[in-house]
């Protein structure tokens, strides 16, 4: 069984997450598998985020979409026999149990690599963008500011810093004329605050659960620990707490909305960039 206390250089809080939230992935991978609905290879690459956590991940290719080699291959492998091995049992801990401790190596690999996470420069903060596929800005949303959350302590910046990267946005891609967000966020009014009404009435709720973040980041607190409260509710109801969902609006409507409703933002910026 992997070690109850984490090995020197790995921080202990991101040590309980990865655990607590493996844990969770492999009863939704058992409880899915049951269903017949996708083979169990598609399971392990689509509809969880175990293998963002392993020391596989190279931060680019994901098996969703991209071939990662024999190595991963084999570990599906090895879960998809354990499942073989539990499928008929009334719970799922022995195969949580023997799933991480096969997962351990590779989870733990990446726990003394990586620390907290929050090492990389980012110009804005917990925002970051791309504009692949959909011809939009799209926009996603990590926690910088641990322990402290952006929804309530650092409201101000995370508001401020969204202004940014919508501006700088409208320079780099003039063209560009929607923001977008896919994330359970979404389904949160202070969340849904930063935007105009249009954003809400714009959300289409995604049916299925996907391997991102945007699904499952509903599960790592405001520290970077596992959600234990949301977790619990999750096997309760085998439902997401907060469903996960697509909003977009215009980006100068965003803009506008931004500097009415958060005038505290744009000093913010006002003095970010004076100092």
Known sequence: ?????????????????????????????????????????????????????????????????????????????????????????????????????????????????????????RPYECWSYDYTGTGRLNIHIDNVYRPESPLSEMYTPFAASLIRIIRDSRTRRPEIRMVRCSSWMNSTPRFRSLFPARWAESEVVNPNIGYTMGHWGQFMDRRGDFHAGNGSRFRATGTLPYPASACECEIPEALNHLTIRFPEAVEFNRRRTSD
Request: aromatic share 12%.
């Open 1 to 121: 069984m992997e070690a109850e206390h984490p090995a020197p250089g790995m921080d202990t809080v991101r040590c309980r997450y990865v655990r607590g939230f493996t844990r969770l992935s492999l009863w939704y991978l058992w409880r899915q598998a049951k269903t017949g609905s996708e083979p169990f290879s598609d399971l392990v690459n689509k509809r969880v985020n175990i293998y963002r956590n392993t020391s596989f991940y190279d931060g680019k290719r994901h098996p969703s979409g991209d071939d990662v080699g024999p190595e991963w291959t084999a570990v599906i492998e090895g879960l998809a026999a354990l499942y073989s091995l539990h499928k008929d049992d009334a719970a799922t801990d022995a195969f949580e149990e023997e799933g991480l401790n096969l997962l351990w190596p590779f989870l733990e690999a990446r726990l003394k690599a990586a620390g907290d996470g929050l090492s990389v420069e």
